[in-house]
C-alpha cells in the first residue's frame, strides 16, 4: 500500500515524497527490505511517463519520490512491487505547477485596444513554463500618467491567465506597466493607444426612444464612460422605467 502527501498531491520542482508499505498474503506488514519496489507516473494528456525514485528503508518501508517531474496536469500514480500494481493502483494524482517565475510571465495585446473592453491577457507560468493555474498571485496594470487613472486590477481566469480590462474612461496613449505580485513583468512598460468606444446606433436610438431630447444627450455622454455591460444594465433599467 501507499500512503503519504505524495500518493494524494504534487507541485512540480518538490520532492514529492511518500511511503510504499510491503505486506504478505495474508495482509501482514514485512519488517524486512529487499523487494523489487518500482513504478512511474503517467500524464494523461501526453502520456509521458516519470519513473519513481525509490529508496529501501529496509524493514519492509520504502520512500518513493519523483523529483524530476516538470509538468503539471492530471496524472496516474502506479507504484509496483515485481512489477505488479499495488493496492488500488494506478491512482488519480494532480500535479500542480510550482511558484511563479516572472522571466517566462507573458503579456499579450489585443489588436485593437478599445476603451472599456479587454486589454492584454498576462500569462505566469512557473520554471518550467506550466501555468500557474490555481496560484493565488495578484496581478494589477497600471496606465501612466498615474494621476488620472488609478490601477486596474486583473481578473483570473483560474488557469494561469489573467485578464486586464480597461476603464471605460481611458482614451488615448499610455504607457501600461503590469505588475505581477508587486513586480514589473518583463517587456513594459508597454505604449498602447487606447481607442474610444462610442455607443453603437442601436443603443443611441434606444436613448432617444426612451429619454426626451432635452436628457437624451446628458445620457448618452454617461453612457460612453461606462463599459459595454454597464450600457447593457443602464439601457435595461431604463427600459424597465420606461414600460413602468
Given at each position: 500500500m501507499a500512503y503519504g502527501r505524495g500518493a494524494e498531491t504534487a507541485v512540480v520542482g518538490d520532492d514529492n515524497n511518500f511511503a510504499i508499505e510491503t505486506r504478505?498474503?495474508?495482509?501482514?506488514k514485512l519488517a524486512m527490505g529487499g523487494a523489487?519496489?518500482?513504478g512511474n507516473l503517467t500524464h494523461l494528456e501526453s502520456g509521458d511517463v516519470v519513473p519513481l525514485v525509490i529508496t529501501d528503508?529496509?524493514?519492509g518501508t520504502y520512500q518513493a519520490s519523483y523529483p524530476d517531474l516538470s509538468k503539471a496536469g492530471d496524472y496516474e500514480l502506479t507504484p509496483t512491487v515485481s512489477n505488479v500494481p499495488i493496492k488500488n493502483a494506478p491512482m488519480k494524482l494532480q500535479v500542480k505547477p510550482g511558484g511563479t517565475n516572472l522571466d517566462n510571465t507573458t503579456v499579450d495585446f489585443p489588436d485593437l485596444n478599445v476603451s472599456g473592453q479587454l486589454g492584454p491577457t498576462v500569462s505566469l507560468r512557473d520554471d518550467n513554463h506550466n501555468l500557474r493555474f490555481g496560484g493565488e498571485d495578484n496581478v494589477v496594470a497600471e496606465l501612466l500618467p498615474k494621476s488620472k487613472l488609478p490601477p486596474v486590477k486583473a481578473k483570473s481566469k483560474g488557469d494561469g491567465t489573467f485578464e486586464v480590462f480597461y476603464p471605460p474612461n481611458a482614451r488615448g496613449l499610455y504607457d501600461v506597466t503590469v505588475k505581477v505580485n508587486g513586480r514589473d513583468?518583463?517587456?513594459g512598460p508597454f505604449e498602447v493607444d487606447v481607442?474610444?468606444?462610442p455607443l453603437s446606433p442601436e443603443q443611441a436610438q434606444a436613448v432617444d426612444r426612451i429619454l426626451p431630447k432635452n436628457v437624451a444627450g446628458t445620457f448618452k455622454r454617461l453612457l460612453a464612460d461606462a463599459d459595454s455591460d454597464e450600457r447593457a444594465q443602464l439601457l435595461a433599467a431604463l427600459s424597465a422605467l420606461k414600460k413602468n
Open positions: 504478505d498474503a495474508f495482509n501482514n523489487d519496489v518500482g528503508n529496509g524493514d513583468a518583463p517587456g481607442q474610444d468606444n
